[in-house]
Each structure stands twice: as structure tokens, then as C-alpha cells.
């Protein structure tokens, strides 16, 4: 069974920052793209941040200059590091990657989000 459990979230006041971990568990292979979305409420689930294997990362323009995205291999872990953090932040962040193991290839796989919220 492979599982995506991030942590991290909280509450941080406008300025400020958090760093957000997602680490994958199970009979993994390889993780090939990883990534950060997140959902505010009554709004449809954004891209974050992605980054591939070999460390090629993409950002969406709202965070641009804030966030970081990075990745440890040995660790099956990604991270997000996200500084001068605004209200418009506050969404439930989830992770995302595709994974292969030895039988089969999980190309979607998501974990469970954790809550960031921006606020003073």
C-alpha cells in the first residue's frame, strides 16, 4: 500500500512563514513528478508547485518568488517552503506524485492535505 502523508500546516500570520513536508511510504520503485496543489473553499484544486526527479521545477504565478518546492530521493519526501505568506494563501495544501513500485504504477497519487491558514 503506498500512502502521501504531509504535515506542516497551521496557522501563521500574514508575512509569515511555514514549511510543509509530504512523504511517501510503501514498496516504492521510483517517484518520478511530485508536487504541491491546494483548495481553498468554494475553489477548485490549484497547482502549487511541481517538481521532477531530476530536480525541474515549475511554479504557478500567484507564488512565484515565495515558494519553494525541493525534493529528497532517498527520502521519498518532498517539501514546500513558503515565505511571505498572504490570506489568499489559506487553502488545504495536498500533495501529489507519480509512483511506480514493483507491480504496479500509482500516476495520481494524492495524500490526505493539510490546512494552512493566513491570518492576523
Known amino acids: 500500500q503506498v500512502q502521501l502523508v504531509e504535515s506542516g500546516g497551521g496557522l501563521v500570520q500574514p508575512g509569515g512563514s511555514l514549511r510543509l513536508s509530504c512523504a511517501a511510504s510503501?514498496?516504492?520503485?521510483?517517484?518520478?513528478?511530485m508536487g504541491w496543489y491546494r483548495q481553498a473553499p468554494g475553489k477548485q484544486r490549484e497547482l502549487v508547485a511541481t517538481?521532477?526527479?531530476?530536480?525541474?521545477?515549475n511554479y504557478a504565478d500567484t507564488v512565484k518568488g515565495r515558494f519553494t518546492i525541493s525534493r529528497d530521493n532517498a527520502k521519498n519526501t518532498v517539501y514546500l517552503q513558503m515565505s511571505s505568506l498572504k490570506p489568499e494563501d489559506t487553502a488545504v495544501y495536498y500533495c501529489?506524485?507519480?509512483?511506480?513500485?514493483?507491480?504496479?504504477?500509482?500516476?495520481?497519487?494524492w495524500g490526505q492535505g493539510t490546512q494552512v491558514t493566513v491570518s492576523s
Open positions: 501529489n506524485a507519480d509512483i511506480l513500485t514493483g507491480g504496479a504504477r500509482y500516476p495520481d497519487k
Open positions: 510503501g514498496s516504492i520503485f521510483r517517484i518520478n513528478v
Open positions: 517538481i521532477s526527479r531530476s530536480g525541474s521545477t
